[in-house]
């Protein structure tokens, strides 16, 4: 799979790293620290993201799909 870039803003970045942190802490009962954060995130963004991005793709498509499928139904037919 090609490598995607998600830029994430500084301030989404710093929500993340705080969530994995207590994350770690609550589920592992472990500290994890503000670097040890950030590569995991980076992790996660750059190895596992692209396949989450693809899944929401195909859910979009599938519904858009649906709804215009729901439009074509309101098609008026000549008499």
């Known amino acids: 799979m090609p490598k995607m870039e998600i830029d994430l803003t500084k301030e989404v970045r710093a929500v993340l790293v705080e969530s994995l942190k207590r994350y770690y802490w609550n589920e592992r009962n472990e500290e994890l620290s503000s ?3 950030e590569l995991l995130l980076d992790f996660i963004v750059n190895d596992i993201g692209p396949y989450i991005y ?8 599938a519904y858009m799909n ?3 499928e729901d439009l ?4 008026k037919r000549p008499r």
């Not at 693809?54 to 498509?61: G, Q, R, T, V």
């Not at 074509?72 to 098609?75: K, Q, R, V």
């Open 54 to 61: 693809n899944k929401a793709i195909e859910d979009s498509y």
């Open 35 to 37: 670097l040890g954060a």
């Open 66 to 68: 649906e709804r215009i």
């Open 72 to 75: 074509l139904g309101l098609e």
